[in-house]
């Protein structure tokens, strides 16, 4: 008896400090959370429950039409609440309490993933799997962050967990709890469960009384958690709603998603999943060699890649639920290289995986896009005044945070990129009506910004529209991203405030002289021509500097095309000149 206790003991304790160990390994995380992922980060989750608990926020278009469940922000509203009532709220701990409790959601699941693997296989296997998992890259980097692929592996681990094997007394509660409130939080999480129901009803409930049993729990335990899902979003959406039913009549058969991107279907195979799993791509490989004991986490992961494919709105992250299946198939690809190349070179090479993924995580997570959150950061702490000032986002839309990280009920405006919700013939969206010609559209919507106290745009295209803003000044350059990404983006992200403001001015941007060096494609395409010129940066040679070439190559996207297409030189400058007399603002940035 005494064996026995001194066993338990051991194992509770050992249990316990590994739950410790995740539990610090992933708050410590949170360090590496200092940059801009994606815009459901915020705008799907933290801003809703901001919304909910201090009653500002922005509601996006799926909010409206009632496409996503209130569940996962009304959780995060309840901790806003409890926050504010302490008074903390104008703390930073506003800005990390949904990170906090992100983390502490993953640690637990590291710590389930490491018992459900230590059931089904062995010890060694567990503990491998659980280092794979560790150190992966997109584990670290993700995981601090507020998006429902997390929450949808979260209960991916908690089903594989409590898969019932138990064929005296079963109980398949825990298992389809994990399974429909997974489903409630996002819907597409469907395609993922397949695999572990089939799993679960066929070959675990082995006879027929242990299939009916399972069947009638199933329903019970649906009929409750889909019923409170209900019952959440009526309320908050003031009517009866079905949000898992709304999300597929829009994204899945009318398949609204192909406005925000599409890939070709053999993209997760080719991109998305090898992006995903980075240099544990070695340890998979090795890892197929024992696929006969991994058909289950082979299927899955086949089953996902092959169903979201179908799917033209195509991102990594979706992937994120078969990452646990991933990181089982590359322990076993440990042992193999252990077994084919000895345990010192199997050992070199876990360690390049290893440090490979962590210097990829550091740089995603503290350099690769920081402005959007750096900015925000610093618009929080700056006295902005309710009722007078008020911010213009010239970035392709929800590019930053919104409310649930300024925490100040200041008014913002920014581009919206909504689909064609009303099946409008012709139609585009305000940000690309905006990045097609921005000066135009500043010209129709001056009583946008002509009120507005800070406007932040990217660097180049302040290199296009900057004389639009003479009232304002730079106050702060943020650093974006070591390339330029997309022709809507830059290195550097700008904070422009009026001139009335009581801040300093940033000098290191001169407008005369903040020309790229040729060959770098840096300009910005305002309409029509898809060849940018870049005006040449000239040292020491003025003369150069106003060269035909040089001068014309700022104003060549607004001429019209009279004069585009004009037959020869002489032709093109005698159409030009009259151009200019006419256009003295075009005349003024041309030389």
């Not at 058969?253 to 080719?270: A, L, R």
Request: aromatic share 18%; charged share 20%.
């Amino acid at each position: 008896m005494s064996n026995f206790l001194k066993k338990y003991f051991d194992e509770y304790l050992s249990y316990k400090n590994l739950l410790i160990g995740f539990t610090i390994y992933r708050l410590l995380n949170i360090f590496l959370n200092q940059t801009w992922f994606v815009p459901d980060e915020f705008w799907q989750s933290q801003e809703i429950a901001h919304k909910l608990a201090f009653d500002y926020g922005y509601l996006t278009w799926e909010w409206k039409v009632g496409i996503r469940s209130y569940v996962y922000p009304f959780f995060l509203a309840i901790f806003y609440k409890a926050i504010q009532i302490v008074h903390l709220d104008k703390t930073d701990i506003l800005i990390y309490i949904s990170p906090i409790l992100h983390c502490l959601l993953t640690a637990f699941s590291d710590f389930l993933f490491l018992l459900y693997v230590k059931k089904f296989f062995n010890k060694k296997i567990a503990y491998l799997s659980s280092i794979c998992r560790l150190i992966s890259w997109y584990s670290i980097y993700s995981s601090p962050r507020s998006i429902s692929n997390n929450l949808e592996e979260f209960f991916t681990i908690l089903s594989l967990y409590s898969f019932e094997d138990d064929t005296v007394s079963p109980r398949y509660s825990k298992f389809n709890i994990a399974g429909f409130f997974s489903f409630i939080l996002r819907p597409t999480s469907a395609i993922n469960l397949i695999p572990l129901y089939v799993y679960q009803f066929f070959f675990l409930c082995n006879r027929i009384d242990l299939k009916k049993k399972f069947i009638i729990n199933f329903v019970l335990i649906g009929v409750l958690i889909l019923s409170f899902g209900v019952l959440i979003d009526s309320y908050f959406y003031g009517s009866f709603l079905i949000s898992w039913w709304n999300f597929f009549l829009y994204n899945v058969y009318n398949n609204i998603g192909i406005h925000y991107g599409t890939h070709s279907f053999h993209w997760y195979f080719t991109q998305g999943y090898p992006t995903l799993i980075f240099i544990h791509i070695v340890l998979f490989i090795f890892g197929l060699k024992y696929s006969n004991h991994l058909k289950f986490q082979l299927v899955t992961i086949f089953f996902n890649m092959v169903f979201y494919s179908l799917l033209s709105h195509k991102e990594f992250r979706f992937l994120t639920q078969i990452m646990p299946f991933t990181m089982i198939i590359c322990a076993y690809g440990i042992e193999n290289l252990k077994n084919l190349m000895g345990k010192k070179l199997t050992i070199t090479i876990f360690v390049v995986v290893g440090v490979g993924n962590i210097v990829l995580a550091i740089f995603l997570g503290i350099l690769h896009q920081r402005g959007p959150i750096s900015l925000m950061y610093y618009l929080r702490s700056i006295d902005l005044e309710e009722g007078k000032d008020s911010i213009l986002f010239l970035t392709p839309c929800h590019s930053t945070p919104y409310y649930s990280y300024l925490h100040k009920n200041v008014s913002m405006r920014f581009l919206t990129c909504e689909p064609n919700l009303k099946n409008l013939n012709n139609y585009i969206d305000e940000a690309d009506v905006f990045f097609n010609d921005p000066p135009q559209w500043l010209l129709k919507n001056q009583e946008v910004y002509n009120d507005v106290t800070y406007v932040v745009m990217f660097e180049n295209l302040y290199e296009n529209i900057g004389s639009k803003f003479d009232n304002f000044k730079i106050c702060k350059r943020f650093f974006y991203s070591l390339i330029q990404q997309t022709e809507r983006t830059d290195k550097t992200l700008l904070l422009l405030c009026s001139k009335s403001k009581n801040l300093e001015e940033d000098k290191s941007y001169d407008s005369k002289i903040k020309f790229d060096l040729i060959g770098e494609s840096r300009g910005y395409n305002l309409r029509r021509y898809d060849q940018i010129l870049i005006r040449e940066k000239v040292i020491n040679c003025n003369p150069r500097f106003n060269f035909f070439t040089n001068t014309i190559v700022n104003v060549l996207n607004q001429l019209p095309k009279e004069v585009m297409e004009a037959k020869n030189l002489n032709s093109f400058k005698a159409k030009l000149d009259p151009w200019l007399l006419n256009n003295i603002e075009a005349t003024a940035i041309a030389l």
